[in-house]
């Protein structure tokens, strides 16, 4: 069986792998991933604006340790999670499809592996505001 792999030739990762700023985005995959000390919620987004970066999709972790649990709830409430879910402590993978949101993303390198951080969340509806104080001018003296 052949698979096409895009930029396979190249030897280079992907641009789409590097991602820092903030970004619309919409959920399209959710997966609950068991590990015996840090348990994580692995999402896949696709970025819906701003538009030079439209159709590009990236991947982040939101752990599920007791310590964590404020982020990944930060995240729920700011995307439009189901409020009668999350008040009986469940998370849907399936509800979490196609809910929209802001997300500040940043990028790293660890050990020789890359990680893209989750740093920052937004309800959807602040997506004009947010955009428009990231590009505006700073007047720093």
Not at 49 to 74: D, H, M, N, Q, V
Not at 108 to 133: I, K, R, T, V
């Amino acid at each position: 069986m052949r698979r096409f792999l895009p930029g396979l030739h190249t030897g280079h990762p992907a641009s789409s792998t590097n991602l820092d700023g903030l970004f619309l985005v919409r959920v399209e995959q959710a997966y609950y991933r068991w590990h015996t000390q840090k348990p994580f919620l692995a999402v896949r987004f696709s970025i819906l604006e701003p538009a030079s970066f439209e159709a590009i999709s990236f991947s982040g972790r939101l752990y599920c340790t007791e310590r964590a649990l404020w982020k990944l709830t930060w995240f729920l409430r700011d995307f439009g999670y189901d409020i009668e879910l999350l008040s009986r402590d469940q998370v849907d993978e399936k509800a979490l499809r196609n809910l929209r949101g802001v997300v500040r993303t940043s990028f790293m390198q660890l050990n020789g592996h890359s990680y893209q951080n989750l740093d920052a969340f937004a309800p959807a509806a602040e997506w004009e505001a947010l955009s428009c104080a990231a590009c505006a001018p700073r007047n720093d003296k």
